[in-house]
């Protein structure tokens, strides 16, 4: 397992649980890492450090069954040149490359939504001022290219001084180069695709409620719901570009996370990931398919994939809304963490399930 944080858990309990057989061992970059107790075995190497990691493989001779992680996107790369060296199951390049930088995937599906979206990828303020100057009459946010989750991602106030945005983005970013992208003000929507044999044999489509405001916490998401109640259209459109998404990055099996923004009947894609998604998102797509996703990934890691009813390990819910529970956004400063009292008493309503 590539990854050690508390993301990782419900996939190695699931292992150790479900494949008694196989020996557990997880690599992080934290010695003190939560899955240091759970796991069979545990190595402080950084999951990005894949040269590092076959050579502790290859001097202590172990036999690999499989290689897997969840959640973070900085564990492609590595599965993929793991795979390859140990024989077993790897996804394309070009996915790993859609992935991991913002601005390839740009790149790479550029021609199949009918929304385009304006964008500069760059190091240089100089650049960034010009290519505003260049677009005045729209809005645009700020983020790294190479980075996770929503760190970094800010809304450019063209009035005032983006230096500190700038400072704050690229510091995030794993390649120090940051992406200056319009905004696009409509329904950011979720979606998350199960890949069987080059083809989507099961996805889902739910509205990203998020906050709008600019300054902190902007674009931080504060309810999922599903599914997205929509037009035939927009439907057939997505399912569309899903298809041309999988034709794409040649995928033959595996979990795709692209996330849009539907605003006047079109379609704009703002991020793309191959991997189980964070965020409840895995959890949406659970309660809502009753597909075990860890269960699929665990099997595409050991290619061992078998018909999709074998993943419906759970009951299935024809609406699901995921509330977080937020306090105003922003940084939280040391010791100023708050506990909502008598959470139990809300499992008592009807429909509450988690």
Do not use: W
Request: aromatic share 12%.
């Amino acid at each position: 397992v590539l990854g050690g944080s508390f993301e990782q858990l419900p996939l190695i309990k699931y292992l150790k649980k479900n494949y008694k057989e196989f020996t557990i061992l997880t690599f992080d970059k934290y010695k003190d890492s939560p899955a240091l107790n759970i796991s069979d075995r545990f190595k402080k190497i950084d999951i990005r450090d894949y040269k590092k990691i076959l050579i502790y493989l290859k001097k202590n001779n172990l036999k690999v069954a499989g290689i897997s992680s969840i959640i973070t996107e900085h564990s492609l790369k590595t599965i993929n040149y793991l795979s390859e060296k140990l024989h077993l199951p790897k996804t394309s390049s070009i996915s790993v490359n859609a992935t991991e930088s913002k601005y390839f995937s740009r790149n790479l599906f550029d021609n199949i939504c009918d929304g385009k979206i304006e964008f500069l990828r760059t190091d240089s303020i100089k650049k960034i001022k010009n290519f505003l100057k260049k677009n005045f009459d729209k809005k645009f946010i700020m983020k790294p290219d190479i980075s996770s989750g929503q760190r970094g991602l800010f809304f450019i106030d063209k009035k005032k001084n983006f230096l500190q945005s700038f400072k704050k983005s690229i510091q995030f970013s794993i390649n120090n180069r940051v992406i200056v992208e319009e905004y696009v003000n409509g329904k950011e929507l979720n979606v998350v695709a199960m890949i069987k044999n080059g083809e989507i044999v099961k996805h889902i489509v739910s509205e990203r409620c998020r906050y709008t405001k600019p300054g902190l916490g902007f674009g931080i998401v504060y309810r999922h719901s599903n599914p997205y109640k929509t037009t035939v259209l927009i439907k057939d459109k997505i399912t569309k570009i899903l298809k041309k998404i999988c034709k794409k990055t040649k995928i033959i099996n595996g979990i795709i996370f692209p996330q849009f923004i539907i605003s006047e009947n079109k379609v704009y894609l703002i991020e793309f990931a191959e991997r189980v998604p964070g965020g409840l998102m895995n959890k949406v797509f659970e309660y809502s398919t009753g597909i075990d996703l860890n269960r699929f990934q665990i099997d595409c890691s050991l290619n061992k994939i078998g018909k999709l009813n074998n993943y419906k390990n759970f009951k299935s819910y024809k609406n699901v809304v995921i509330e977080f529970l937020n306090g105003p956004p922003g940084i939280l400063k040391q010791g100023g963490v708050k506990f909502i009292k008598n959470v139990n008493k809300i499992l008592k309503y009807k429909n509450v399930l988690e």
